[in-house]
Structures are given as structure tokens and as C-alpha cells.
């Protein structure tokens, strides 16, 4: 008889899907809670639907980062933050670049933007997420072991 193999869920990414998903779930509640220094980058960064993006991207990190830290449908949760965080680096790249004389009438200096460095990690965790899944003590790694057994 030949015994199936089942392979381990990765540890590490367990530590991984917690440091994402914690800062997702923080800026996500930041943008929602103070959404002055939000709105100011969206507009200094000429971002369309403003007041959309305003609440929605708020709503989509905490939705991420809550995902993130469940290790529920860890893959999509993952996709959707890279996507964000991608949009996040363009949009500190083009805040980097912005000469004060380009910035909207109402604004006197450029709105405070996280270091690159930030949506740039947080994009590439997000994509190894993606491809490796939640790893070990997440939802989905139990129902996936449930399906099996």
C-alpha cells in the first residue's frame, strides 16, 4: 500500500501572515479614524474618486489585515494586499517626487507618507503569502487538513 504524503504547512509563515496582517489591520483603522493626512495624500498624489477611495481602501486593509491574521482565504487576502500595496508604493514614489509648487491650492506642504520601504516589503510578503498560502495555525491550513482526512 502506498502511503500518502502530506506536506507540512510552513511555520514562518505564520509569523509572517501576523506582522502583514497587523499592519494592514493598523493603517487600515488609522485611514478610518484620521482621515485628514489620508485625503491629503490622495489628492496631493492626484488619486481619482477621492471620496471613494477615501473610505474604501481604509475598509479593504482592515478586510486584509483581519484575513491576514485569521488565515482565512489567505491567498486572496494576499492578492488583494499586494494590489494595495502596490498602488501605496506608486503613490509614495510620485509624493516623493512632487515638487511643493504642483500640490493642490488648499495644501501648503506635502501630506506625512510612509518611508518606501514600507509598501515595498509589505507588497512582496503579501505576494509570498499568494504563492505559499497561510502556513501553519491558519483556517484555512485546518479546513484544508479536514478535506483530506
Same mark, same amino acid.
Given at each position: 500500500?502506498?502511503?500518502?504524503?502530506?506536506? *507540512?504547512? @510552513? *511555520?514562518?509563515?505564520?509569523?509572517?501572515?501576523? !506582522?502583514? #496582517?497587523?499592519?494592514?489591520?493598523?493603517?487600515?483603522?488609522?485611514?478610518? !479614524?484620521? /482621515?485628514?493626512?489620508?485625503?491629503?495624500?490622495? =489628492?496631493?498624489?492626484?488619486?481619482?474618486?477621492?471620496?471613494?477611495?477615501?473610505?474604501?481602501?481604509?475598509?479593504?486593509?482592515?478586510?486584509?489585515? $483581519? &484575513?491576514?491574521?485569521?488565515? +482565512?482565504?489567505?491567498?486572496?487576502?494576499?492578492?488583494? #494586499?499586494?494590489?494595495?500595496?502596490?498602488? #501605496? $508604493?506608486?503613490?509614495? &514614489?510620485?509624493?516623493?517626487?512632487?515638487?511643493?509648487?504642483? +500640490?493642490?491650492?488648499? +495644501?501648503?506642504?506635502?501630506?506625512?507618507?510612509?518611508?518606501?520601504? !514600507? /509598501?515595498?516589503?509589505?507588497?512582496? &510578503?503579501?505576494? @509570498?503569502?499568494?504563492?505559499?498560502?497561510?502556513? $501553519?495555525?491558519? !483556517?484555512?491550513?485546518? =479546513?484544508?487538513?479536514? *478535506?483530506?482526512?
Amino acid at each position: 500500500m502506498e502511503e500518502k504524503k502530506t506536506k *507540512k504547512p @510552513y *511555520k514562518h509563515l505564520f509569523f509572517i501572515r501576523l !506582522i502583514v #496582517g497587523i499592519i494592514f489591520l493598523f493603517f487600515g483603522i488609522m485611514h478610518l !479614524i484620521n /482621515p485628514e493626512n489620508f485625503q491629503n495624500i490622495l =489628492r496631493a498624489s492626484d488619486t481619482p474618486l477621492v471620496p471613494f477611495n477615501l473610505v474604501f481602501v481604509p475598509i479593504a486593509e482592515i478586510v486584509v489585515g $483581519a &484575513l491576514l491574521l485569521l488565515g +482565512l482565504i489567505s491567498r486572496i487576502a494576499g492578492i488583494i #494586499g499586494f494590489i494595495i500595496m502596490v498602488i #501605496g $508604493a506608486w503613490t509614495t &514614489l510620485i509624493l516623493m517626487h512632487l515638487d511643493p509648487s504642483q +500640490l493642490p491650492d488648499d +495644501l501648503t506642504q506635502k501630506p506625512f507618507y510612509p518611508p518606501i520601504f !514600507i /509598501p515595498i516589503v509589505l507588497a512582496l &510578503l503579501s505576494l @509570498y503569502i499568494t504563492i505559499f498560502g497561510c502556513g $501553519a495555525w491558519g !483556517i484555512d491550513s485546518h =479546513r484544508k487538513g479536514k *478535506k483530506e482526512g
